[in-house]
């Protein structure tokens, strides 16, 4: 008995081994030839899934709970880059912008919902996957020297800023349809999603700051297990109370300003690293792969219409910007759907065309990557 548990476990850590291994391999190999880790990363989970060169069985309770607080942590450390007075700056400023960003850019998922037949709960999903940008992939292309310091970038970051912040509304609302709730149900449940998010954000806005502390600031241990402790606590209490657990997670993260801010972001990097490459290797496992033929010409058509309804955002973005790549970088920039999306469909899989909407998920975010991944090769 003990035996077959000291073998079960060796194979576990076996696998886990060989699973970050081959993970960072391909990651160094992205990285060298400048393509974005996403999609690598969501091929390897599709053809691991299938069986194709790794057969893995032991670590898929690991790799679940891996992928939830990949998620969990993606949403904090998205919230710990931002402070409440900077989006409502945003929206303020771009408010207009916002607006334009997000009826163009539902409608292809609405288009896409309906060509499908997945009805108004599907034009709702799809909607929000073709609509929210991906804040990584975007900052994993700003941080490229040839566009860091480009004017155009500033104007990428505040409408990723209100997308994230549309998103913090979006999924408690898209959950409590999800859920088949009554309209009374459904309508508490909203109501008190956006009372949290509202609090949360009244509260930020008033940049609560805690004072310098040795303790805190100087020991890595004790912030990371404070922070990262805090934000799984609150995502499980969400979880429980029907909120959206990962997005309680943001709402944290926006809590937190200042010098602490700015600290914990930089320590908790490379463990958000970590758990979102397992968040989209376990979404490439899940998702089964025999369906992705049937809905391939569907993704590649969703993601032409999407890069049209981005490309009209940058349009009008970009009016006032005198770099004459502005356009083509702006649009390309906004073009690449990740972690987001993925989240989306994520929790949409509950719906009657969840395994359908997952292989069609992962086939978008892989085409879209790529085309701005090589479109960015060639803008000088």
Do not use: C, H
Request: zero cysteines.
């Amino acid at each position: 008995m003990v035996n077959n548990i000291i073998k079960s476990d060796a194979v576990l850590f076996i696998e886990i081994g060989v699973l970050l291994l081959f993970l960072g391999l391909i990651a160094f190999l992205a990285i060298k030839i400048k393509l974005s880790i996403v999609p690598i990363f969501l091929l390897t989970g599709l053809f691991i899934g299938n069986g194709w060169f790794l057969d893995i069985k032991s670590s898929d309770e690991f790799l679940k709970i891996s992928a939830e607080i990949g998620a969990v942590l993606l949403l904090l450390l998205l919230g710990l880059e931002y402070t409440s007075r900077e989006l409502f700056t945003s929206v303020k400023e771009r408010k207009f912008l916002g607006i334009i960003d997000l009826i163009i850019n539902f409608i292809p998922g609405v288009i896409m919902a309906f060509i499908l037949d997945w009805g108004w709960l599907g034009a709702i999903t799809l909607g929000g996957i073709s609509y929210v940008s991906s804040s990584g992939i975007a900052s994993e292309f700003i941080r490229d020297g040839r566009l860091a310091k480009r004017e155009t970038t500033k104007k990428a970051v505040s409408i990723l800023v209100i997308e994230d912040l549309f998103l913090a509304l979006y999924l408690p609302i898209l959950s409590a349809f999800l859920l088949s709730l009554s309209i009374y149900k459904g309508f508490i449940t909203t109501s008190i999603a956006f009372i949290i998010v509202g609090l949360a954000l009244l509260i930020g806005a008033r940049e609560l700051k805690i004072k310098n502390s040795k303790t805190l600031f100087g020991d890595n241990v004790t912030l990371i297990l404070i922070i990262f402790g805090a934000a799984v606590l609150a995502s499980g209490l969400a979880n429980y109370f029907g909120f959206s657990g990962a997005i309680a997670a943001f709402l944290l993260g926006l809590l937190i300003s200042g010098d602490l801010a700015i600290i914990a972001s930089a320590r908790l990097a490379p463990l958000r690293d970590l758990f979102a490459a397992l968040f989209f290797l376990f979404f490439g496992i899940n998702t089964d792969i025999s369906k992705i033929p049937s809905v391939l010409i569907y993704a590649l058509l969703f993601a032409l219409l999407s890069f049209i309804s981005k490309a009209i955002t940058a349009k009008e973005a970009s009016k006032d910007v005198k770099e004459k790549s502005s356009f083509l970088i702006l649009a390309t920039l906004l073009n690449s759907r990740g972690e987001f999306s993925l989240l989306i469909a994520s929790i949409a899989i509950i719906a009657p065309f969840g395994e359908e909407l997952q292989a069609l998920t992962i086939s978008y975010v892989i085409a879209t990557t790529f085309i701005s991944s090589i479109m960015l090769k060639f803008i000088k």
